[in-house]
């Protein structure tokens, strides 16, 4: 194991935006850099993600609602940031904290060691025992991938849209982008502009304007129903699409080499596919345990493990840049009060 990860505090896996607000909260309790904790990254040096998405995206949230509380994102605050100065955004924050993430190296499991309270974080670069860890690796860690897209043999492409970058990369045609959430709805708007495109809708979301992304981002579950409505798509609606020309088309069910099978029975024979399809986060590193027992925001079954910036674990929000700050404060308090 690297010198630098033994006889830390606490160690942080993630160096995303949530890793660093865990960073920030444990620094403003007087924990240092380095010395008491430290941060790890499975990407290569620098290689945030947001610096893999689609290179026009904007964020849905505006300014103020993009930044971490402890640094502000400057410029006009009413704006949505572009992706490239989100990455850059990141980079000044953790040098702003002193921080050294190390790269390359990933959490690969962590378990109870003995009868105190230290934790054996196992890791590509070997094992090493801390008191505390903090899950910070994403709930946007995979893509989610229907299980028909195995059978689909599109002519063009077929692509989750985690590797969708521009346009150029789908042939010329027609694309069917499959899921109706803001990404689908964002890329259908961008690939109208040179492709025939459907969009293939699952459920039908509210729509909401673009601006009004940031209140929604912090919204609260109500504590009596606890249902949890789909979340709304923001800026285009189904129907604005429909009349700028996109096809809205049902739920695919089915694929069979180049025919996909719609909920209502009819079919299509798209030259390229984009899965708009979601996510899975990234905490399959945790033990089973770990993650069915959570008994309060950000704690999970095993004392000393925390996890930051995924809705299961702390509350709606949580994933958003805006919402993450209320885990790292909470984590940060925990390992402050530990043994
Ligand atoms: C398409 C899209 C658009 C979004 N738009 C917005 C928006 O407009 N506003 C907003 O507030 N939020 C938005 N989000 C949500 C959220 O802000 C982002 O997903 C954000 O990147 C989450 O930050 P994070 O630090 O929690 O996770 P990530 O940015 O995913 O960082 C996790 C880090 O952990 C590392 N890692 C993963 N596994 C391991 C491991 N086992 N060991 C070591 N390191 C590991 C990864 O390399 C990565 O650097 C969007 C999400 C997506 C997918």
């Known amino acids: 194991m690297r010198a630098g990860l033994t006889h830390r505090r606490a160690i942080i896996v993630g160096a995303g935006q949530s890793g660093l607000a865990v960073a920030a909260a444990l620094s403003a309790e007087g924990l240092r850099p380095q010395h008491e904790f430290v941060v790890i990254d499975a990407a290569s040096m620098g290689q945030r993600s947001w610096s893999s998405r689609w290179h026009s995206m904007e ?22 940031p572009r992706v490239d100065e989100m990455a ?3 980079t000044f924050v953790e040098a ?23 934790l054996l974080l196992s890791t590509t670069a070997g094992e090493v025992q801390t008191r505390n860890v903090i899950c910070a690796t994403g709930a946007a860690a995979h893509p989610r991938i229907p299980e028909w897209a195995s059978l689909l043999m599109a002519p063009g492409v077929v692509m989750h849209s985690s590797q969708y970058l521009y346009p150029k990369q789908i042939p010329a045609g027609d694309v069917m982008i499959v899921g109706g959430g803001n990404s689908g709805v964002q890329l259908a708007r961008e690939l109208l502009a040179s492709h025939t495109v459907t969009l ?3 459920t039908w979301r509210q729509h909401r ?15 009596v129903s606890r249902k949890r ?8 609606s189904y129907e604005q699409l429909r009349r700028a020309g996109v096809t809205i088309a049902p739920a695919v069910q089915a ?4 025919v996909v099978t719609f909920a209502d029975g009819t079919q299509a024979s798209p030259r390229s596919v ?4 979601g996510y899975t986060p990234g905490d399959d590193w945790l033990p089973e345990s770990a993650r069915v027992d959570r008994p309060r925001r950000t704690l999970t079954g095993l004392p000393g493990l925390f996890v930051a910036g995924m809705p299961q674990y702390g509350g709606r929000g949580s994933d958003t840049l805006a919402g993450v700050w209320k885990d790292a404060k909470t984590i940060a308090q925990h390992i402050i009060d530990r043994p």
């Open 88 to 90: 850059d955004y990141l």
């Open 200 to 202: 293939s809708v699952r």
């Open 209 to 223: 304007p673009a601006m009004s992304s940031p209140a929604a981002a912090g919204e609260r579950v109500s504590l």
């Open 255 to 258: 694929a069979a080499g180049a």
């Open 274 to 277: 984009i899965l708009a399809t």
């Open 59 to 80: 964020l849905l949230s505006d300014v103020r609602h993009s930044a971490l509380s402890t640094r502000r994102l400057l410029g006009d605050q009413r704006r949505h």
């Open 229 to 236: 409505r789909p979340e709304p798509v923001f800026g285009d």
């Open 96 to 118: 702003g904290l002193g921080v050294r993430t190390v790269w390359g190296i990933r959490a690969t499991g962590v378990e109870h060691r003995g009868n105190g309270s230290t």
